[in-house]
């Protein structure tokens, strides 16, 4: 089973082995998640580490989205995580990521972040290049692995460490799908019969 950490304190006080590679994640871990996990174990090595994040950040859910009801499910993400081949499972508190309560400096994604997802949902790229940005600090990888599902966020997190000059090399990796081509996602669960149809499209 992989370690289970929730201070950056128990983070920096282990000891690091060999090349060290990320999936940063919400949980409510599915396939996809599990895919990217491979992924990092391969980019890792044996001798290295992979260190799966599992933090539901409210910096990036904007107001009327889902945040109260995102699904919290640890000890299934701590299971899929270990099986998937994660030495530790960083799982922090809101207070630990945020310990002045809201950040005033937040990361912005600029015109990147307006477009397209970030149209509707003003903000939200900013919350998440934050977190993110917090989060390789905190876990000081090698390699970050993120899903080209969220081909979005996948950009601007490139960009920004491009230009922020972030010592990391960003992996995307492929979309995992359901039998009929619904992109895996821990939001599908709230899709109606109707809705899930209508997803394919
Ligand atoms: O893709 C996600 O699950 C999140 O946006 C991320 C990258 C973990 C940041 O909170």
Known sequence: MADLLHTAAELRARARAGRRAVVMTMGALHEGHATLVRTAREAAGTDGEVVVTVFVN??????????????????ADIKTASQAGADVVFAPSVEEVYPGGEPQVRVTAGPMGSVLEGATRPGHFDGVLTVVAKLLHLTAPDVALFGQKDAQQLAVIRRMARDLNFDVEIVGVPTVREDDGLARSSRNRYLSPGERRTALA
């Open 58 to 75: 409210p910096l990036q859910f904007g107001a009327g989205e889902d945040l109260d009801r995102y699904p919290r499910t640890l000890e």
